[in-house]
């Protein structure tokens, strides 16, 4: 008998982008597994003992175990519930919007921690497709913090923030973009 592990995620595709996939070696390949995987993976325990040459025993020699060490754990600021709800709605909206992909970013204003992040479409992490490539990498990329977006209207916030927190506008002024820079 041969004893071996395997990663198992509990919840399947929740998650999954962030979390990443490991390879069949338990080497994490994606996402927060390949990020930590030098403090996730533990060592493994040893035997060490004396032999010669030829590798016989040698009299009165001594043999030692070494155990195996457990890794770290990796502690987010993910919020289960905050994530599960962003994830139910990145699913209604794809479903209802027809779209090809949804992404969503739940932060905490005061200190900035990430309490969600998901993206869709996403995969299970038990059943990857390993055998097409392509699938794989467009499913486990994680967009949200691999790729570059332009802040586009969402700037808009910031400069409505502002111009409250000046007492220059209050919440009762409506203001029209027409979309123009001059």
Do not use: H, W
Request: aromatic share 8%.
């Amino acid at each position: 008998f041969v004893e071996d592990t395997k990663r198992f995620y509990i919840r399947a595709n929740f998650l999954s982008q962030v979390l990443g996939y490991t390879n069949i070696d338990g080497i994490g390949q994606e996402g927060l597994e390949a990020s930590y995987n030098k403090y996730l993976v533990g060592t493994d325990g040893q035997v060490v003992s004396e032999k010669s040459a030829n590798g016989d025993d040698l009299p009165f020699s001594s043999t030692y175990y070494v155990d195996a060490q457990d890794g770290y754990d990796v502690v987010t600021t993910i919020d289960y519930v905050i994530q599960s709800f962003a994830e139910q709605a990145l699913e209604d909206a794809m479903a209802e919007l027809d779209a090809e992909k949804v992404e969503a970013i739940v932060m905490d204003p005061d200190t900035g921690a990430v309490l969600a992040m998901a993206k869709k479409p996403d995969m299970d992490n038990n059943d990857l497709p390993r055998d097409d490539i392509e699938q794989l990498t467009a499913l486990s990329r994680n967009t949200l913090i691999s790729d570059s977006y332009e802040p586009g209207s969402t700037f808009k916030v910031i400069t409505a923030s502002s111009a409250l927190d000046m007492g220059l506008v209050d919440t009762s002024e409506l203001f029209n973009c027409a979309g123009t820079v001059s």
